[in-house]
């Protein structure tokens, strides 16, 4: 059973940083696409970031130029640094690991969540 464990979450005050971390428990991390979500308060799950198994990634417009995706393989782990946070940025954060293309539909698993709240 492929799991996800998130850390790194907090309250931060507005303009400061956070850097988030994702543990996978796989043998063959380095196939996935690694994503990262988040879920505002009251608020549908969007997409944030990406990063494949090449290392291409891709921001949501909203953190293009303030967060940064990033992995590890040799720890299994994927990150997100971001930077200059805003109070809309507050939500719960997920970390998604996706195997679908090399493995099928089944292979997509997500991680329980950190919460990240920016506040004054």
């Known amino acids: 059973q492929v799991q996800l464990v998130e850390s790194g979450g907090g309250l931060v005050q507005p303009g400061r940083s956070l850097r988030l971390s994702c543990v996978i428990s796989?043998?063959?991390?380095?196939?996935?696409?690694m994503k990262w979500y988040r879920q505002p308060p009251g608020k549908q799950r969007e997409w944030v970031a990406q990063?494949?198994?090449?290392?291409?990634?891709n921001y949501a417009n909203s953190v293009k130029g303030r967060f940064t995706i990033s992995r590890s393989n040799a720890n299994n782990a994927v990150y997100l640094q971001m930077n200059r946070l805003a109070p809309e940025d507050t939500a719960l954060y997920y970390c998604?690991?996706?195997?679908?293309?090399?493995?099928?539909?089944?292979?997509?698993?997500w991680g329980q969540g950190t919460q990240v709240t920016v506040s004054s």
């Open positions: 990063i494949s198994s090449g290392g291409h990634t």
């Open positions: 796989t043998t063959i991390f380095s196939i996935y696409t």
């Open positions: 998604n690991a996706d195997g679908t293309a090399t493995l099928g539909k089944g292979a997509n698993y």
